[in-house]
């Protein structure tokens, strides 16, 4: 019964009732990504400030894993481009025994570069909490 009357009820919406309905699964989607994302990253990493990101990244390995048109467009001083989809090329190039700075624009590439570097055996992972457009410290960027 409970069957026939979630069918008799959701054959009853309207069309307007269908794009909503859509658009809220759409939303869900989107969002419900994001945090899942960040939370992954969460569980494997530290989430820094652009202070606390500034006093370690001189004792770590700051990697940028945006993919390398953006690297060249402007990157944080000293970082090195590692992006997140060549990950199987620059895995092995990383020290275990070193502390691993983490950026990228979106929020989202770092978190998942953690997660794949935590279960390749990394531990000392921190991420910039802000991403690179927020970043307030010394870049270099290409010039026109």
Do not use: C
Not at 43 to 52: C, F, L, M, Q, Y
Not at 91 to 103: A, E, N, W
Request: proline content about 3%; overall charge positive; charged content about 25%.
């Amino acid at each position: 019964m409970k069957g026939v009357l979630s069918v008799f009820v959701l054959g009853n919406l309207s069309v307007m009732g269908w794009i909503n309905l859509v658009l809220i699964l759409i939303l869900v989607w989107l969002f419900g990504g994001q945090f899942y994302t960040y939370f992954i990253g969460k569980r494997h990493a530290t989430i820094v400030s652009n202070e606390d990101f500034k006093k370690g990244m001189h004792r770590a390995q700051v990697i940028d894993v945006r993919e390398p048109n953006d690297f060249k467009k402007g990157h944080i001083l000293g970082a090195r481009n590692m992006p997140f989809s060549q990950f199987k090329l620059f895995k092995d190039s990383l020290r275990k025994d070193m502390p691993i700075y983490l950026y990228d624009d979106t929020k989202t590439v770092a978190p998942r570069m953690a997660s794949k570097l935590h279960k390749n055996g990394y531990n000392d992972i921190y991420i910039l909490k802000s991403g690179y457009d927020k970043w307030d410290g010394k870049t270099k960027s290409k010039r026109a």
